[in-house]
């Protein structure tokens, strides 16, 4: 069975930075592909970055490139997402997502077979 628990969410300002992490535990010792998406207030979940189970590829949202920075300690599925120059509308809920692979990165959801509960994040004006 696979965990995914996401860390890190909280209040910020507009401007601010927040790091997110995420990890992905199994029995198994599989390498896990990873990703964040976001369900803003109202919105529907969208892709925001994912990183490939080596690390060495990476995606990100054309509304968060630039700003949002994601990286992975391989060795231990653990992902993090570095959050910088906040803007309100990235509040929203945060989701990690996993699945078992080493060289690819997925942007979308249905490609993740292990999810998280979600951290809020707040960003005020």
């Known amino acids: 069975q696979v965990q995914v628990l996401e860390s890190g969410g909280g209040l910020a300002q507009a401007g601010g930075s927040l790091r997110l992490s995420c990890a992905a535990s199994?029995?198994?010792?599989?390498?896990?592909?990873m990703a964040w998406f976001r369900r803003g207030p109202g919105k529907e979940r969208e892709f925001v970055a994912a990183?490939?189970?080596?690390?060495?590829?990476?995606y990100y949202a054309e509304s968060v490139e630039g700003r949002f920075f994601i990286s992975k300690d391989g060795a231990k599925n653990t992902m993090y997402l570095e959050m910088n120059a906040l803007k309100p509308e990235d509040t929203a809920v945060y989701l990690c997502?996993?699945?078992?692979?080493?060289?690819?990165?997925?942007?979308?959801?249905?490609?993740?077979?292990?999810w998280g509960q979600g951290t809020q994040v707040t960003v005020s004006s």
């Open positions: 997502a996993a699945d078992p692979g080493v060289w690819a990165a997925f942007t979308s959801a249905d490609k993740y077979g292990y």
């Open positions: 199994d029995r198994m010792g599989f390498i896990y592909s």
């Open positions: 990183i490939s189970g080596n690390g060495a590829s990476a």
